[in-house]
């Protein structure tokens, strides 16, 4: 009996939800941006990835269900971001998962408890050794000074070949 939809009021996306007379209910973080979001086949709960308030700098996957706060569906590895999620139906998920260290791959796990957290892997990455020599150093999250004065946050792959100064006059950022 609800109508979700994105809305950016306060210059980030979060999803609000319109209920017969009554006034839109905001369902996620106002001040966090919402990446993309999915609605369940039984059109109960809904799934969307974005960062959190405490690592702006990494998607990761919430669960709305009800009328309790977003929860975020715990995940594997805390370098990954995990993002592009579809119900595959009612209780599974699948979602694409990816970082520094680990090459993007397709992954699936249960919504209820009942497995234990434990995802599985649809596919099969490259080897170890191929992967990794291609892959950028470690990601730095920088803020840097818009022309207008305000913040624009970013995140910077340096090459691994590349000195630890190179010519990056943007201040860091520490989330």
């Given at each position: 009996g609800r109508l979700v939809f994105p809305y950016q009021k306060t210059g980030f996306r979060a999803l609000r939800?319109?209920?017969p007379g009554a006034a839109p209910a905001i369902l996620t973080p106002p001040d966090i941006e919402?990446?993309?979001?999915?609605?369940s086949p039984?059109?109960?709960?809904?799934?969307?990835w974005s960062p959190s308030a405490g690592d702006r700098a990494r998607l990761d996957l919430y669960l709305i269900d009800g009328k309790a706060p977003p929860r975020r569906?715990?995940?594997?590895?805390?370098?990954?971001?995990?993002?592009?999620?579809?119900?595959?139906?009612?209780?599974?998920i699948v979602w694409r998962e990816a970082g520094v260290r680990i090459p993007e791959r397709l992954r699936t796990g249960s919504l209820d408890d009942s497995s234990g957290g434990k995802a599985e892997t649809l596919s099969t990455p490259a080897p170890a050794q191929a992967?990794?020599?291609?892959?950028?150093?470690?990601?730095e999250t920088l803020t840097l000074a818009a022309p207008d004065g305000g913040a624009v946050h970013a995140i910077l792959y340096r090459s691994r070949q590349a000195p630890a100064t190179s010519a990056c006059t943007s201040s860091r950022h520490s989330a």
């Open positions: 939800a319109l209920v919402v990446d993309g979001a999915v609605q039984d059109r109960r709960r809904i799934l969307y569906l715990s995940g594997g590895d805390r370098a990954a971001i995990r993002y592009g999620a579809q119900f595959a139906d009612d209780t599974r992967r990794f020599a291609m892959l950028p150093g470690e990601a």
